[in-house]
């Protein structure tokens, strides 16, 4: 079975810098792109960026110039970097993969359980 599992959410003080992680575990032959969303107590749950597997990138322009996605294709892990922190990218950051292909099957979306991003002001 294959599954996300985020890691490196915490607190931190505006303006400074977290790193996330996404390992998708499991033997997968490809992942045809990956992503992090975000979802604040009482908003909808939206985008904050994607990788695909070509290595193409796309951000919400809420976070562009600030935080960088990437991935280690050898060690099925994605990462979010963070810098410049605000108190409005406080929210539970879940990773993403979409069609998954792996020795256990197909997968057209996983998500991970989510990681608590706090920013104090």
């Known amino acids: 079975q294959v599954q996300l599992v985020e890691s490196g959410g915490g607190l931190v003080q505006a303006g400074g810098s977290l790193r996330l992680s996404c390992v998708a575990s499991g033997t997968i032959f490809s992942i045809n792109a990956m992503g992090w969303y975000r979802q604040a107590p009482g908003e909808q749950r939206e985008l904050v960026a994607l990788?695909?597997?070509?290595?193409?990138?796309n951000y919400a322009d809420s976070v562009k110039g600030r935080f960088t996605i990437s991935k280690d294709n050898g060690k099925n892990t994605m990462y979010l970097q963070m810098n410049s922190l605000k108190p409005e990218d406080a929210a539970v950051y879940f990773c993403?993969?979409?069609?998954?292909?792996?020795?256990?099957?197909?997968?057209?979306?996983?998500w991970g359980q989510g990681t608590q991003v706090t920013v104090s002001s």
């Open positions: 990788i695909t597997s070509g290595g193409s990138t």
């Open positions: 993403n993969a979409d069609r998954v292909y792996s020795r256990n099957g197909y997968y057209a979306a996983l």
